[in-house]
């Protein structure tokens, strides 16, 4: 069947809000602005993490956003990142899910760009989409990952992926290693566009991941089927970046050891993921607390030591508690902890269950306004 054959493709976007602010309104109206014509957006689920901010202000399920139906979910506890993909994913039923962070904004040619693609005989082997991330200059930001392997980890840990990369790869590929789409191991979650029918047969996103690697693992499993990603170049996503996670504060790194630590079990032989454990309680602590001292940085010692105390913890109960829970107070602040219902305000990737209160971009896409309400709609979903 040629291009000019087939029916447009539908897609459902899933948007996970945690205290973003402002950047979920741009983002709902960047999407208001885009081109549908090539690929036709037949729902909007955002789904709200238990925020504390006033990001979801005059949303409500029964809304519209340039006539596509919208529907929120507020959940009453925040239940972490691959979790409310899930459900999100779970209320539509378009040909592809696209995952888009509330710190990401389209162009108003980016569904265009991806549905031209989709309509091409070269996209029917891959079963994951990318798009080329940029900052508010039109910079390439992050855009695609090598799958996780012991060596690039170490790297991490040492910073020896900055000192010798030919060695120590780094996990994210570099601007210079994306100048032309293609196959990629891994396209970044901001902008991840999957067939739903792969979807439904991998079972979705993998809850044990409360946040980070989630998108990593399904890339993975859905290579291992016979279906891999690949890199658009040329549809294009401003990507805020860190809009939500940076609201945790130290205690993203914690987040971070979980999925790392419940990635190298699901996927690597169990020797090698014990040896990664065993660095991570050892090599890395140790590389940060003297970095930490070489620098006078005296807060980062005693936040560091309460991360890795933490996670020692979390090893100690056999994984099975989820790594937000219970709260985790901040050695050097007061008030609630991140990753429990309620979260410090401050200031992702992810975004993904996390966002700065008030946070805008400096520029981006340029959007219209697209959110109305319909009447007599509910004010609200619970699921």
Known sequence: MTGAD????TVDIVIVNWNTGRCLADCLRSIA?????????????VVDNASTDDSLHHLATGDTVAGVPLDVVRNARNRGFAAACNQGAGRG????VLFLNPDAQLYPDTLRAVGRFLGTPDADGFGIFGALMVDELGRPRISCSRFPSLRIWVGKMTGLDRLAPALFPPHHLGPRELTRSGPVDQVIGAFFLVRRPLYTELNGFDERYFLYL?????AL???????P???LRQARVHHAEN??????????????LCSRTTYACLHWPRSRARLLTALTLSLEPAARLTAAAAHGRWADLRTTVAVYRRYLHWLRTGRRRDPSAPAIPDPRETGPAPGGTTGKSGTTSKSGPAGKSGTTSKSGPAGKSGTTRKRGGPSHAHR
């Open 229 to 231: 990603s690949y890199f």
């Open 93 to 96: 039923s378009g040909d592809f």
């Open 243 to 256: 809009v939500s996670s940076s609201q945790l504060g130290p205690w993203r790194h914690y987040l971070m």
């Open 221 to 227: 499993r859905a290579r291992e089927a016979g279906w």
């Open 6 to 9: 087939r029916p447009v493709p």
């Open 214 to 218: 989630e998108d990593v693992d399904l």
């Open 33 to 45: 602005a885009t081109d549908t014509s090539l690929l036709r957006v037949t729902r909007i689920v």
